[in-house]
């Protein structure tokens, strides 16, 4: 019975742990324990907003979009401008999808801060660089998609803070969008907190900007994927508006989801 139960368990567990979640970030060489959601005990002060499971979230109106359901955070990283934020998942195992970073310029203090509106920014994302003769878009190995990147073990994406942004309080939302599954995306986002210093004073303009969630529907054509069909194009935008790049960046497309 108990040799049961053992191993029902270690397949539950298995199953959970093939999706996935940021495990810790490492910010300017500095290493930050990220929230452990199947023991929350074991990490109360963490700069990751607490998330309340890993499971997918399979709507772009579903209000945990945002930061997968996560509201606070007891601790903030700090970093600078033009300085390296790394996120790590622990395990990832979906090797079709984008990968999109976004940031939040809170109005004060983390606590009242909700990331609501039309605020957030991409400072980064991963496509799909296929060639759609040999490399499709719902090829595994080899993968066209930067998210293949993250398959395996502990694994980071790593991006840049835009130079010259304005100091203050901002979150930070790593997102991985699995679409191994013909229209049916999963979402998985994790927000952390990040006290940008320096002295720059450049924020980007409203054509960079989008609500979270808001920024897609269910059924804009980068959401819903019909990925096995080789017959489509073999091209792919990553939702959202165009990435700002920091102070240098020039207006961009008009963006509305």
């Known amino acids: 019975m108990l040799t049961s139960l053992i191993s029902t368990l270690g397949i539950f567990a298995a199953g959970v742990s093939a999706h996935g979640a940021v495990t810790s970030y490492i910010i300017d060489g500095k290493t930050y324990p990220g929230y452990q959601g199947f023991s929350p005990a074991n990490s109360k002060n963490v700069i ?5 499971n890993y499971n997918p979230i399979t709507s772009c109106s579903a209000a945990q979009l945002r930061c997968n359901g996560g509201t606070s955070a007891t601790e903030s990283a700090a970093v ?3 300085g ?5 998942w622990q395990q990832w195992t979906h090797a079709q999808g984008p990968v999109l970073v976004w940031m939040y310029k809170c109005p004060g203090a983390f606590s009242s801060c909700d ?3 039309s605020g957030w920014f991409k400072i980064d994302e991963g496509g799909f660089k296929g060639d759609g003769k040999t ?3 719902d090829s595994e190995n080899p993968s066209g998609w930067d998210i293949a990147k993250l398959v395996g073990g502990n694994k980071q994406w790593t991006s840049t803070i835009p130079q010259g942004l304005a100091p203050g309080n901002y979150l930070i939302r790593h997102e991985l969008i699995a679409l191994h599954q013909a229209n049916a995306p999963q979402f998985y986002p994790e927000c952390a907190q990040l006290v940008v210093g320096g002295s720059g004073s450049a924020q980007p303009d409203s054509s960079y900007k989008a609500a979270i969630p808001g920024y897609c529907r269910d059924s804009d054509s980068n959401i819903k994927v019909p990925i096995n069909t080789r017959t489509i194009p073999q091209t792919y935008v990553v939702p959202g508006p165009p990435v700002w790049k920091g102070a240098s960046a020039k207006k961009a497309r008009d963006f509305s989801a």
């Open 115 to 117: 990331g609501s509106g």
């Open 80 to 82: 600078q401008p033009g």
């Open 48 to 52: 990751q907003r607490q998330w309340p």
């Open 84 to 88: 390296k934020v790394s996120a790590v």
């Open 135 to 137: 490399v499709f878009l």
